[in-house]
């Protein structure tokens, strides 16, 4: 299975994380939150700031992380540095590492995704598996899809695709056939479904609110009048240079 606690404090190899996240368009927390949920993946916010020079520095140093490995308490020390230089309060540990780990981990989990989605891994080791880790920490939704195999063209994996929250530490390995048959595997076709709180209905087991889409399937193609405007500007200026 995958550690993520330890690919959080390492550089990553995935060029295509790299990618993902030198995509994503800094909004105010205001922007963010008009945004249609499906392409919330492609915008980059944090609470509690509105300058849009602030947000770019918080992607900035979250990108040079990617690249160069730098851990969640340099990334918390480099931006209390420059917010301080700015005139701000700097972030505390927590939301240091609340900020670290949710970026880091989608953007890791993107490149991860693209690479088990490849012809030929797919063709190899055709299954997937849920790691919720399993521990006291572990949420209790996210600990039902524990130990989950589903096919890897399973439409599970549209919503059951980690982070599955903030601070979410689940990942999804692949599996040969031949190892789900050693293990005496389950291959599930269904979707788990949970009990609501209130009224006892049955509905189907989704993540955390806020994290239901597959970030590495999400596609932008938006109404750009209903988008903030720098979103709008940065996916027009993306536009033009592919043509």
């Excluded at 969640?72 to 670290?100: C, H, V, W």
């Excluded at 995704?113 to 891994?121: D, L, N, R």
């Excluded at 797919?122 to 096919?151: C, E, F, Q």
């Excluded at 599955?164 to 390995?173: I, T």
Aim: hydrophobic share 30%; proline share 6%.
């Amino acid at each position: 299975m995958l550690n993520i606690q330890k690919i959080i404090n390492k550089p990553l190899n995935f060029e295509e994380a790299i990618e993902y996240f030198k995509e994503k368009i800094p909004v105010t927390s205001g922007e963010f939150y008009s945004i249609k949920e499906d392409y919330k993946t492609k915008a980059f916010t944090v609470s509690g700031y509105t300058s849009l020079e602030i947000l770019k520095k918080f992607k900035d140093e979250l990108v040079k992380a990617l690249k160069d490995g730098i851990t969640s308490g340099e990334f918390k020390n480099r931006m209390n540095d420059f917010l301080a230089r700015k005139g701000y309060e700097g972030i505390t540990p927590y939301q240091a590492d609340n900020i670290f780990r949710t970026n880091i981990q989608t953007a890791y989990n993107v490149g991860h995704y693209k690479q088990m989605t490849k012809p030929e891994t797919l063709k190899a080791r055709p299954y997937w598996i849920y790691d919720a880790v399993n521990d006291r920490r572990s949420r209790p939704t996210h600990l039902a899809m524990d130990g989950k195999v589903y096919p890897a063209d399973h439409e599970i994996w549209d919503t059951w695709y980690p982070p599955n929250g903030y601070r979410c530490r689940c990942s999804v390995s692949t599996l040969s056939k031949r190892q789900v048959e050693l293990k005496g595997l389950k291959i599930e076709t269904e979707i788990p479904v949970m009990v609501e709180p209130k009224g006892g209905v049955l509905r189907n087991l989704i993540p955390d609110k806020g994290f239901e889409t597959n970030p590495a399937k999400t596609v932008f193609e938006p109404e750009l009048s209903k988008y903030p405007m720098a979103l709008e500007k940065a996916y027009k200026k993306r536009m033009d240079k592919s043509l």
